[in-house]
């Protein structure tokens, strides 16, 4: 037998998928289990988007798009960016993408080179470290010693020491839940810009800090580039679908890797545009947030996510943790710590990438 092996494929795992596969086999089995292995809301994808899927397929309208999207769903992108920030994008800067993930590929591919170095905050989301380790760029991952959120004196400092090419980070953030405040986020992406150092934004999480304003980098250069998906806020996290907005000289060198990455993003998905946009763009109509939205009605127990406030020192938690619903069928975490049946149950992470004593996932106990 000859298999060719690349080292490519020594990334580390990204552990909450392996725990997820193992929570899904336990189920598969017969086992009771309350998967915690990813972050993924209770509720369902909003009621127009899922009607509107099903008159898709319905009507069997499923197709490839352009490798940038279908240009409703990147106008209604960019109508959002208008109606929740006050800013102005053109549709074609936007890109749709299958989920955040492969808009993380496209970034990385399309900005960097093997060897290139780029900062990211340690703790962080552990998939940016393994997608740039696979593709050779070198991650620079910068400790924050008891700061809340990476700002403008890391960068600086993590320069100083060698150049920097890019830097990535995420407000809110995964883990931690912390918020750059918008007077620190603006000296980031400046001292950025000073520096020559591209900037990647991951908001994923916007509209989910409920002690704090969104504010996207955009607001504070157009060289930027923006991640965010519908996984979260829209709970749509199997659609994968997400977007970037790219400054203008790197669409096209997104497109053209996209084409033969991924061709499109699904076309299913893309479909459910007219079912997003309500009647005020993709953040109004039908209550299409699944946090506290008409869509959480259809769960047994509402929960509300809620990251950090303005000092980025919040974790994101569980609001209520389910307490009700956990006592009611003697549902326990295993190895999570300190209020995982009641309290306030508040992970802490140690600085390092990985974080330490998490909650795998939660099981039923005998009463």
């Known amino acids: 037998m000859?298999?060719?092996?690349?080292?490519?494929?020594?990334?580390?795992?990204?552990?909450?998928?392996?725990?997820?596969?193992?929570?899904?086999?336990?189920?598969?089995?017969?086992?009771?289990?309350?998967?915690?292995?990813?972050?993924?809301?209770?509720g369902p994808a909003p009621t127009g988007v899922r009607q509107a899927a099903t008159n898709a397929l319905k009507m069997g309208r499923i197709g490839y798009t352009d490798a940038l999207g279908l240009a409703g769903l990147r106008e209604a992108i960019a109508q959002h960016y208008a109606d929740h920030y006050g800013l102005a994008l053109s549709p074609g800067r936007i890109a749709v993408t299958t989920g955040s993930s492969a808009a993380f590929n496209l970034a990385f591919l399309a900005m960097f080179d093997p060897g290139d170095r780029v900062a990211i905050a340690a703790p962080g989301y552990p998939a940016y470290r393994n997608i740039m380790a696979a593709l050779g760029i070198e991650v620079v991952e910068i400790e924050l010693n008891g700061d809340a959120y990476l700002h403008a004196e890391h960068l600086k400092a993590a320069h100083r020491e060698k150049k920097l090419k890019g830097v990535l980070f995420a407000s809110p953030a995964n883990p931690t839940g912390a918020v750059i405040p918008a007077d620190e986020l603006s000296a980031l992406v400046t001292t950025a810009q000073e520096l020559g150092i591209a900037v990647i934004s991951d908001e994923i999480y916007h509209r989910l800090a409920y002690a704090a304003p969104d504010t996207t980098a955009l607001a504070y250069a157009e060289d930027v580039t923006v991640i965010n998906s519908f996984s979260k806020y829209y709970c749509m996290t199997g659609w994968r679908i997400g977007w970037m907005v790219l400054p203008q000289p790197l669409v096209r060198p997104v497109e053209r890797i996209a084409q033969s990455l991924y061709l499109t993003a699904g076309t299913v998905p893309d479909r459910r545009d007219r079912g997003i946009q309500g009647d005020r763009g993709i953040g109004g109509g039908e209550g299409a947030l699944c946090v506290e939205s008409r869509a959480f009605d259809e769960t047994p127990a509402r929960t509300r996510l809620c990251a950090g406030g303005t000092d980025g020192r919040g974790v994101l938690r569980l609001l209520r943790c389910h307490q009700a619903h956990q006592r009611q069928h003697g549902l326990c975490a295993q190895d999570a710590g300190r209020g995982a049946c009641g309290g306030d149950a508040r992970p802490r992470f140690r600085s390092a990438p990985r974080p330490s004593n998490h909650a795998l996932f939660l099981r039923r106990q005998p009463r």
């Open 2 to 42: 000859v298999v060719s092996l690349s080292r490519r494929g020594d990334v580390e795992p990204f552990h909450a998928m392996d725990i997820l596969a193992e929570a899904n086999r336990l189920k598969a089995k017969g086992v009771p289990v309350v998967s915690m292995a990813v972050g993924q809301p209770s």
